[in-house]
């Protein structure tokens, strides 16, 4: 996939409740496993949300936990490595409201290590052969991580973005090749594309 590299502020108005931003990894060991074990470029996974004017960041992070944060803030600090993709590609009904209502919820709240930790289990090669791959989205109770938090938001607004895999399993590049989201830009800082 080419990437289509946007201004922020050029990007910032199409940008909707309940698009998914997925980042490359920044810095670090952890973002690496994680791009490999999902195979894919992505290492963490997040909900855009509007906020009295502003855009905001709904996601759940190592060592920090769920949080909303203004995304050109982000943006700054790391300049092309947040790629947003469009939520409802395939023109299902998805309550957006419902969808971010649930991302709101994790704010606040300690991050999944427990849930990531189970869901690693599942790539490593014995336990690889010996488990199924589980499809039973109603067995997320617990603190999620962050692509898990956004696969169980989306299906709070009535999308389930991957179907026939659990939500406590669902990585970032899970989220990326869903037929849900359609990948729109990757957000620079600055003027020039």
Request: proline share 5%; hydrophobic share 40%.
């Amino acid at each position: 996939m080419e990437a289509t590299k946007t201004p922020y502020l050029s990007a910032r108005a199409r940008i909707r409740d309940g698009d998914l931003l997925l980042y490359r990894p920044r810095h670090g060991l952890l973002g690496r496993l994680i791009t490999t074990a999902g195979r894919s470029e992505y290492s963490h996974a997040a909900m855009a949300a509007w906020w009295n004017g502003r855009l905001m960041c709904l996601e759940t992070l190592q060592g920090r936990g769920g949080r909303a944060v203004l995304l050109s803030n982000l943006v700054a600090a790391e300049p092309g490595s947040i790629d947003v993709y469009a939520a409802n590609a395939t023109r299902r009904r998805f309550d957006r409201q419902a969808a971010v209502a649930a991302m709101i919820e994790v704010t606040g709240r300690r991050y999944g290590w427990w849930s990531l930790a189970k869901a690693t289990l599942v790539h490593l090669p014995i336990v690889r052969l010996m488990v199924r791959p589980d499809t039973d989205d109603t067995a997320n109770g617990s603190l999620p991580f962050c692509s898990q938090a956004v696969a169980r938001a989306c299906r709070a607004g009535g999308v389930d973005p991957v179907p026939r895999l659990a939500d406590r399993l669902t990585e970032p590049g899970d989220l990326a090749r869903s037929t849900f989201f359609r990948y729109r830009f990757t957000l620079i800082w600055g003027e020039d594309a």
